[in-house]
């Protein structure tokens, strides 16, 4: 028997966070100007992308024969959306709220889940960290990742609470493991996050609470490269499903010749910005948004394979496929060897998109990372023009 978790009842409407930064006896050192503008700020996030990195917590572990369809990261999410919509979180004059379950193990593993999500996505919101980098670590912390543009490497621990109960717990928990790493051998920063779920007849005071001890800086820019290809890599084989290219740029993050500019030329590997190499694609598009093109290398997917949690109205008649593609300037920026423009790589345009024709419609999201996913009835032509969507 088979049933379904349904990404798209996942609300839309964007929230505010509420920040503050902690007092653990630890964390000593300048505070650092990010978090001074986001305790003074805040920061707007979406649920569906608090869910995308919650996924991240065990995106390596998720049984493709228990959950299956989409990407390995599409499950991932799908299985913490699963989880988080025990507390039916909603949202309510920007702010996140959630029921209470009554129950102190649905508590606690929500407030994990979203932990990690709402602290993952504030970073990456706030320009901390480069989310493309992003990797689980088996230590005494959860996540590692670059800053932009290969800045520093950050170790992050992300902890959650319902309604703040148990918050002091977590703080000295953050702050023992901040203070074993006084003598670093290759982190200089290290980040604690508490995040807390909030119910309605509950007054809140925070919705993170930052610590982040400030250490001098370190360029990591040839590592943090190397991560950001392997991003697209797996990006490639989610979106084309040709193990060949994804294999291949793997096999470029991994030589150690990369940096060096005698090392071997990858037009031969990667094809021609004209003329990409076909294991990076089986249907190009071209977007064209307020005068700005895009191209795009993808594939189109039965939308039951590749689940993309957006809405598009179509009679029961019409058949709606699923389209995924990665922006063809990500190859080209490696097949360059523009490896400082692809840390700072950004696409021209980005959020919820359609597209319209007489033979066809069409709705997209294209992310920050040039990430394009899609539903599609009709033909598609290889040139469409955009205009602002609603999820």
């Known amino acids: 028997m088979t049933y379904e978790i349904n990404v798209s009842s996942i609300p ?10 902690g007092a653990a006896s630890s964390c000593t050192g300048k505070t650092p100007q990010w978090v001074t503008d986001i305790v003074a700020n805040g920061v707007e996030l ?3 992308d608090v869910m995308t990195q919650a996924g991240r917590h065990f995106a390596d572990r998720v049984n493709s024969q228990a959950i299956t369809g989409g990407t390995p990261r599409q499950r991932a999410m799908a299985l913490a959306w699963a ?9 309510d004059g920007d702010l996140l709220y959630v029921e209470d379950p009554g129950d102190p193990d649905v508590k606690r593993l929500c407030s994990e889940i979203f932990g990690v999500g709402l602290g993952l996505e504030m970073l990456r919101v706030a320009q901390v960290i480069d989310a493309r980098t992003l990797f689980k670590v088996a230590s005494r912390f959860d996540f590692e990742a670059y800053g932009p543009s ?3 490497l950050v170790r992050i621990e992300a902890k959650g609470t319902f309604n703040n109960a148990s918050s002091s717990r977590q703080r000295v928990s953050i702050a023992a493991k901040i203070q074993a790493l006084a003598e670093p051998k290759r982190y200089d920063r290290a980040i604690g996050l508490i995040s807390s779920l909030w119910t309605v007849d509950r007054q809140r005071i925070f919705d993170i609470e930052i610590t982040d001890p400030e ?3 370190r360029d990591h820019f040839d590592e943090a490269t190397r991560q950001v290809i392997r991003f697209y890599a797996r990006r490639f084989d989610d979106a084309v499903g040709k193990r060949e290219g994804s294999e291949l740029l793997m096999q470029v993050a991994d030589d150690p010749q990369l940096m060096q500019n005698h090392s071997q030329t990858l037009d031969d590997l990667f094809g021609t910005d004209a003329r990409p190499s076909r294991r990076f694609w089986r249907a190009q598009l071209t977007t064209i948004y307020d005068g700005k093109r895009q191209r795009f290398l993808g594939s189109f997917w039965e939308r039951s394979i590749l689940p993309i949690p957006l809405s598009l109205d179509a009679r029961d008649d019409e058949n709606v496929q699923a389209y995924m593609a990665v922006d063809a300037r990500i ?3 490696i097949r360059a060897r523009d490896f400082r423009g692809l840390l ?3 696409p021209l345009y980005s959020g919820i998109l359609k597209a319209e024709g007489d033979q066809f419609r069409a709705i997209f999201h294209l992310d920050s990372y040039g990430i394009l996913r899609g539903l599609v009835t009709g033909e598609l032509p290889l040139s469409v023009d955009l205009s602002p969507g609603k999820a």
């Open 12 to 21: 839309q409407e964007s929230f505010r966070l509420l920040i503050r930064t």
């Open 46 to 48: 979406y649920l569906e």
């Open 83 to 91: 989880i988080g919509a025990m507390v039916n979180p909603y949202v």
């Open 150 to 152: 290969g800045g520093r």
């Open 215 to 217: 250490r001098g800086a």
């Open 331 to 333: 190859l080209e920026l």
């Open 344 to 346: 700072d790589y950004k």
